[in-house]
């Protein structure tokens, strides 16, 4: 059976069901999500948008800049690149794969090489930790078992692998995004609506949420020209890909590109007495954002998010303060970005509309790909 990242907008039964579930939820999740509306104008000019970096062969669908100046970029097979599909980009601007060749050759054994990277993050002990989902056509079946794969930054090698037990997954299960905190890793399933919370040391796992409205595409994903359509003219739905956990591990956040953002406590997923009841009830709507091409966290708990449908970088405060910090067209389908530390993000306008992973019939990438670098304002939002 075909396994479809590219899901054509969800037959009349699933939609129904979900905004059915959606609706019964609606008592818990309140007013306060629909309280302060994103604002329309930008506080920065299109001119503090700079550009940082560019390619002509890659398309980048994820920035993590590292404390030593150094940042890797995501290039995954999935979208249509053939190169390797992690790379640092080194203090001196010099590319190179990461964390050395070997792991980025295209091979029929995953043992030693990666095979569809689908998310990165870097936990608090400085440790990476990226996701290989197995999956590198989203149209075909996965060519291998998905894991997690833990790399030393300062050694510049992987040091642990944890399998993704075959029981948490579903026919069709395309694993895309990742957070971790301590010892757990968040991961959700955007191919079969629902998220895995892996146990690394005992590589184990429990999966929570199957097709919860919170974790369900029930709409298409808005670009500036309207909605995405496949090469058949269709248009595309895709479940959560995207999360985030918050510094103090106490809470995550996750969305499908074009839901809403949603906001669960990670002690839910842990307490023996909490009824499934209470636990649907527990997760709750936290903003009507927009299309998204992906979020990211910074060290106080703001979230950062790439707008699609605006070509914009929004911000999310603790305080849930929404903030538009920039707005340019230059932003054609912004995906993950990064924060360096010091003031600083990087996004990559990286085109996925127009490439065959997004259902292009053939690519359409206007070269090169972009790395725009933004001074974030560190004044507080106007009021």
Same mark, same amino acid.
């Given at each position: 059976?075909?396994?479809?990242?590219?899901?054509?907008?969800?037959?009349?039964?699933?939609?129904?069901?979900?905004?059915?579930?959606?609706?019964?939820?609606?008592?818990?999740?309140?007013?306060?999500?629909?309280?302060?509306?994103?604002?329309?104008?930008?506080?920065?000019?299109?001119?503090?948008?700079?550009?940082?970096?560019?390619?002509?062969?890659?398309?980048?669908?994820?920035?993590?800049?590292?404390?030593?100046?150094?940042?890797?970029?995501?290039?995954?097979?999935?979208?249509?690149?053939?190169?390797?599909?992690?790379?640092?980009?080194?203090?001196?601007?010099?590319?190179?794969?990461?964390?050395?060749?070997?792991?980025?050759?295209?091979?029929?054994?995953?043992?030693?090489?990666?095979?569809?990277?689908?998310?990165?993050?870097?936990?608090?002990?400085?440790?990476?930790?990226?996701?290989?989902? =197995? %999956?590198?056509?989203?149209? &075909?079946? *996965?060519?291998?078992?998905?894991?997690? +794969?833990?790399? @030393?930054? /300062?050694?510049?090698?992987?040091?642990?692998?944890?399998?993704?037990?075959?029981?948490?997954?579903?026919?069709?299960?395309?694993?895309?995004?990742?957070?971790?905190?301590?010892?757990?890793?968040?991961?959700?399933?955007?191919?079969?609506?629902?998220?895995?919370?892996?146990?690394?040391?005992?590589?184990?796992?429990?999966?929570?949420?199957?097709?919860?409205?919170?974790?369900?595409?029930?709409?298409?994903?808005?670009?500036?020209?309207?909605?995405?359509?496949?090469?058949?003219?269709?248009?595309?739905?895709?479940?959560?890909?995207?999360?985030?956990?918050?510094?103090?591990?106490?809470?995550?956040?996750?969305?499908?590109?074009?839901?809403?953002?949603?906001?669960?406590?990670?002690?839910?997923?842990?307490?023996?007495?909490?009824?499934?009841?209470?636990?649907?009830? =527990? %997760?709750?709507?936290?903003? &009507?954002? *927009?299309?998204?091409?992906?979020?990211? +966290?910074?060290? @106080?708990? /703001?979230?950062?998010?790439?707008?699609?449908?605006?070509?914009?970088?929004?911000?999310?405060?603790?305080?849930?303060?929404?903030?538009?910090?920039?707005?340019?067209?230059?932003?054609?389908?912004?995906?993950?970005?990064?924060?360096?530390?010091?003031?600083?993000?990087?996004?990559?306008?990286?085109?996925?509309?127009?490439?065959?992973?997004?259902?292009?019939?053939?690519?359409?990438?206007?070269?090169?790909?972009?790395?725009?670098?933004?001074?974030?304002?560190?004044?507080?939002?106007?009021?």
């Amino acid at each position: 059976m075909k396994h479809s990242f590219l899901r054509s907008v969800l037959p009349r039964r699933t939609v129904c069901r979900a905004m059915l579930a959606a609706a019964l939820l609606s008592p818990f999740v309140g007013n306060s999500a629909w309280a302060v509306h994103m604002p329309k104008v930008p506080e920065l000019p299109a001119s503090a948008l700079v550009p940082f970096m560019q390619s002509n062969q890659q398309i980048w669908d994820a920035i993590l800049p590292l404390p030593d100046g150094r940042m890797l970029l995501e290039a995954p097979a999935w979208v249509g690149n053939t190169g390797p599909q992690l790379w640092v980009r080194q203090t001196d601007g010099s590319l190179a794969p990461y964390p050395d060749a070997g792991w980025n050759t295209r091979e029929a054994t995953n043992d030693t090489h990666f095979v569809a990277l689908a998310g990165m993050t870097r936990t608090a002990d400085g440790s990476i930790w990226v996701l290989d989902s =197995g %999956v590198p056509n989203r149209e &075909k079946p *996965p060519v291998a078992a998905p894991r997690l +794969i833990q790399i @030393d930054p /300062t050694t510049n090698t992987v040091t642990h692998t944890v399998p993704i037990e075959a029981n948490l997954l579903h026919q069709g299960s395309i694993l895309s995004g990742i957070a971790v905190h301590g010892t757990t890793a968040y991961v959700p399933d955007s191919g079969v609506a629902g998220l895995l919370l892996i146990d690394i040391p005992s590589a184990s796992g429990r999966r929570f949420l199957d097709h919860h409205p919170a974790l369900t595409a029930t709409k298409p994903i808005q670009t500036p020209t309207g909605p995405l359509l496949n090469a058949n003219g269709q248009a595309i739905a895709v479940d959560t890909s995207m999360i985030a956990v918050s510094p103090d591990g106490t809470w995550i956040v996750m969305q499908p590109p074009a839901g809403f953002l949603y906001r669960v406590s990670t002690s839910l997923f842990t307490d023996p007495d909490v009824t499934p009841a209470a636990f649907e009830e =527990g %997760v709750t709507q936290w903003y &009507k954002t *927009p299309a998204l091409g992906g979020l990211t +966290i910074d060290n @106080d708990g /703001t979230l950062y998010w790439s707008d699609i449908t605006t070509g914009s970088i929004l911000s999310y405060t603790v305080g849930r303060i929404p903030r538009r910090l920039v707005m340019d067209e230059r932003l054609k389908w912004p995906t993950t970005p990064g924060l360096d530390g010091h003031g600083h993000l990087y996004v990559a306008a990286s085109q996925l509309d127009h490439s065959v992973g997004f259902g292009a019939a053939t690519p359409s990438i206007s070269w090169p790909i972009t790395v725009y670098q933004l001074t974030l304002p560190t004044t507080p939002p106007p009021q």
